[in-house]
């Protein structure tokens, strides 16, 4: 947990990842069938035996590219080593990116939650410059 006011902390929950249900290669197959024009049931129904898992294809096309869980992208920048505050801005910077991409359409709360990290980390890097400016020898 990093402080950036007196009350306002924020929680970092490290090592908390979600599991795929589908392959690497399913994974890579549902992509490959998408950008062929196959619908998402038709894909579905193609990869995983059942046009009912049209779920499960539908966050995999969401993702994009995205590796599956615990695997990392080549030449990804690697969060080791970084700050905590430092690395949840990376983080936020990735996101936003890929939603000003157009890839992926964020739901309300998303963005509310967004703009939330976003005041955060504004309100910490001010007080960061004020404690600074304060540290400075006249």
Do not use: C, W
């Amino acid at each position: 947990m990093v402080a950036i006011g007196r009350d306002e902390p924020i929680v970092v929950h490290v090592g908390y990842q979600t599991t795929s249900k589908a392959t690497a290669a399913e994974h890579t197959e549902v992509l490959r069938l998408r950008e062929a024009g196959l619908s998402i049931r038709a894909i579905a129904a193609e990869v995983f035996g059942d046009a009912r898992y049209r779920g499960r294809v539908e966050r995999i096309v969401a993702r994009g590219d995205a590796p599956p869980a615990g695997a990392v992208a080549p030449g990804e920048l690697s969060l080791d080593g970084l700050a905590t505050i430092e690395a949840i801005r990376i983080l936020f910077e990735r996101r936003l990116a890929k939603l000003v991409s157009g890839e992926v359409a964020p739901s309300m709360t998303e963005l509310q939650k967004l703009l939330d990290v976003q005041r955060r980390l504004d309100a910490y890097a001010q007080y960061e410059r004020l404690r600074n400016r304060t540290r400075e020898p006249d």
